[in-house]
């Protein structure tokens, strides 16, 4: 049975002391935030530590919480100034990364296995979501697993509702362009 | 129609990427992070349970040390130097104190002709044991416990350690001049000083000298109790006797 409290009140009743508050946080937010992190650097490892810290720092700000932040918007937001951190840290743009490429497997390699196809196919998304500028590429992770509007994301980017659009626009283009099949390689 | 492709193929995508991007943390990272915000319940709890408590505990000891300070008395002097070797020298011990005479010395304005006539005194009262007269007789008994509260007075100051000794001359020195030091460093008041403070044995000294004719050291002493004790009663033998000239 799911917990009829919103977010917000879950953060607040943690913030006040109940740990089953963040428990049940916790199970509805460990995935979206995992994915978000994972896909944005591309690597488990890395993904991992992040992912940990970025939880750490939603715990400790709890008693900063305040109703009205949009637990998602604000869980997010801390994630999203964690890779900013990491790829800074780094010194290196994100998502520049030619060895991702390389551990793409070829189209044409069918296997009889549907998990191996399925590793595969994650893979390849990997990869391609690696190939992204990361201007693109953070625009529609944060799409996809923050479930952000234009307007949110383009609050967080500090840029126009239209550039975001336009981001998101490039970045499904490419996506589909690498992931599927075009009309001419169907043809072929 | 192409967007409608285009809507498709956003579809498509959306569902491969929930499909294939699928990932999650693993079950230790989930262990560790809910371990983390146990962690933070539980010190909120202790944190949130008594918030004035810490205040409670300083404001407790600061008004502890402020007890403590001002419980103390203050330092009658500066720290004798440990340093200072102590005299080797044998006749150190039995020599007069050094210190004891610099406290001698260091008496009361009302106190020195007292202690300079009971020093005569005790000359003059062995001089009278050797010679009993029926005029000095009478006052030998109190000469004898003028000379007895002398004796105490050296027999004290001879038994002093080097390091008393040592003491004694640090804090006369520091306290020259500075009756407020003195009275810290001597608390406990002399036989000499006793005596000074007792008319009764003033006037004794006083009968004394003048059984011994020495009129002029008399009427001195006399001065001296007249300023110290200006509303006691003087005898009239005395006064008679040693009335200025």
């Given amino acids: ?188 | 129609m192409t967007e409608q492709r285009n809507d498709k193929h956003d579809a498509a995508l959306e569902a491969l990427y929930r499909e294939a991007g699928d990932v999650e943390p693993d079950a230790g990272l989930d262990r560790i992070i809910r371990a983390r915000a146990d962690e933070a319940v539980r010190n909120g709890r202790s944190s949130n349970r008594l918030p004035w408590l810490g205040g409670l505990v300083t404001a407790s000891v600061a008004v502890v040390a402020i007890a403590v300070v001002l419980q103390q008395t203050p330092p009658a002097g500066p720290v004798p130097s440990i340093t200072a070797p102590p005299s080797e020298d044998a006749g150190a011990f039995m020599a007069p104190s050094v210190g004891a005479e610099a406290r001698l010395e260091s008496e009361s304005r009302e106190t020195r002709p007292v202690l300079d006539e009971i020093r005569k005194m005790q000359s003059s009262s062995e001089a009278a044991e050797a010679e009993p007269s029926p005029s000095a007789s009478a006052l030998n008994a109190r000469g004898r416990s003028l000379n007895r509260a002398t004796q105490a007075v050296e027999q004290r100051n001879t038994r002093q350690s080097p390091m008393e000794k040592s003491q004694d001359n640090v804090a006369e020195k520091d306290s020259l001049g500075d009756e407020q030091s003195e009275n810290a460093a001597e608390p406990a008041r002399s036989p000499v000083a006793e005596i000074a403070e007792n008319p009764e044995l003033m006037l004794a000294r006083i009968e004394m000298l003048i059984a011994n004719e020495e009129i002029q050291r008399a009427r001195d002493l006399l001065e001296a109790f007249r300023q110290k004790y200006p509303e006691y009663t003087i005898p009239k033998k005395i006064r008679e006797t040693v009335a200025p000239e």
């Avoid at chain 1, 896909?39 to 900063?64: C, F, M, N, P, T």
């Avoid at chain 1, 994100?94 to 994650?122: C, H, I, K, N, Y």
């Fill in chain 1, 1 to 188: 049975m799911t917990d009829p409290r919103t977010d917000d009140d879950l953060m607040l009743a943690f913030a006040g002391g109940a740990p089953d508050a963040f428990e049940v946080l916790y199970e509805r937010y460990r995935k979206p935030l995992y994915r978000y992190l994972y896909h944005a650097v591309g690597d488990k490892a890395a993904a991992d530590d992040l992912y940990q810290d970025v939880w750490s720092r939603i715990i400790a700000s709890g008693e900063k919480f305040r109703r009205g932040n949009g637990f998602k918007r604000w869980a997010f937001r801390i994630a999203h100034n964690r890779l900013v951190d990491h790829w800074r840290a780094l010194g290196r743009q994100p998502g520049m990364d030619a060895d991702a490429l390389d551990t793409v497997p070829g189209d044409g390699r069918q296997g009889p296995d549907e998990t191996l196809e399925r590793g595969r196919q994650a893979e390849r998304l990997r990869a391609a979501l690696m190939q992204l500028p990361p201007d693109q590429r953070e625009a529609f992770l944060l799409q996809q697993e923050a479930g952000l509007s234009l307007a949110d994301i383009a609050r967080r980017e500090n840029v126009g509702r239209e550039t975001i659009k336009s981001r998101l626009r490039y970045a499904v283009g490419k996506l589909r362009g690498m992931l599927e099949p075009g009309p001419e390689a169907a043809g072929k």
